[in-house]
């Protein structure tokens, strides 16, 4: 079945570093993938997507590119900041109704 | 535009107490979600519906039920609550289309079962 493999957290950055947050996924097919971000207290919300094989979707310095012989999504930015702090969701969606998440990866920003 | 709001917020209950949470959208989406967040378990579906008048199990349906009560609301219903029900739903929607949509969440409701 499909499934989604993110990296545990927490990861704990200073300031102005570079993040990675590693996603590999399982599927069939030709799904989509997505980046949820969830801050403190409330509900999920989509930082990015893409739709088919190299595409990269990008929101807020935030990049990922859709790399279908690796099957990843890895999560870049070039320079955190504090408000970054968050959890960070892998999802991907494949021919049906229903998203597969990640476990979600814990982000502290450090200033 | 309010997109997807849930009540309550908060909510605690006692073991075999039963209770509703209520799910609403404004924004015409077909398909609505109803998951639960559990630490270190990422979210997990209990249980969707593709249009009004279907619904489906998701990955952890036991012990809910659910009602599309028309295209704006779908309710999850606990009949015997549990502890191990203690966890954060919730709910979402997606307009209608392919699985290239995202997904819009609202702001949860925080459970616990004593």
């Known amino acids: 079945g499909n499934s989604v493999t993110q990296m545990e957290g927490p990861v704990t950055l200073s300031e102005e570093a570079f993040l990675t947050i590693n996603c590999t996924y399982t599927a069939t097919g030709y799904p989509s993938l997505f980046w949820y971000v969830q801050y403190p207290g409330e509900g999920l919300q989509l930082l990015l997507k893409a739709t088919k094989a190299d595409d990269k979707g990008s929101n807020k310095g935030f990049e990922a590119t859709y790399r279908k012989e690796t099957t990843s999504f890895h999560l870049e930015k070039g320079s955190v900041q504090v408000s970054d702090s968050a959890v960070y969701f892998c999802a991907l969606s494949s021919g049906t109704y229903k998203y597969i998440f990640g476990t979600g990866t814990r982000l502290k920003v450090l200033a | 535009n309010a997109g997807v709001t849930q009540t309550p917020k908060f909510q605690v209950l006692k073991t075999g107490q039963s209770m509703t949470l209520q799910c609403a959208q404004d924004?015409?989406?077909?398909?609505m979600y109803w998951y639960r967040q559990d630490p270190g378990m990422g979210l997990r579906l209990i249980y969707y519906s593709a249009s009004e008048g279907t619904t489906d199990k998701g990955e952890v349906p036991n012990g809910y039920n659910v009602s599309r009560l028309n295209k704006r609301e779908f309710s999850l219903r606990l009949e015997s609550a549990a502890p191990s029900q203690t966890s954060v739903y919730f709910c979402?929607?997606?307009?209608?289309?392919?699985?290239?949509?995202?997904?819009?969440f609202g702001p949860g409701t925080r459970l616990t079962v004593l």
């Open positions: 979402a929607s997606r307009p209608p289309g392919t699985h290239t949509d995202t997904q819009y």
């Open positions: 924004m015409n989406h077909n398909s």
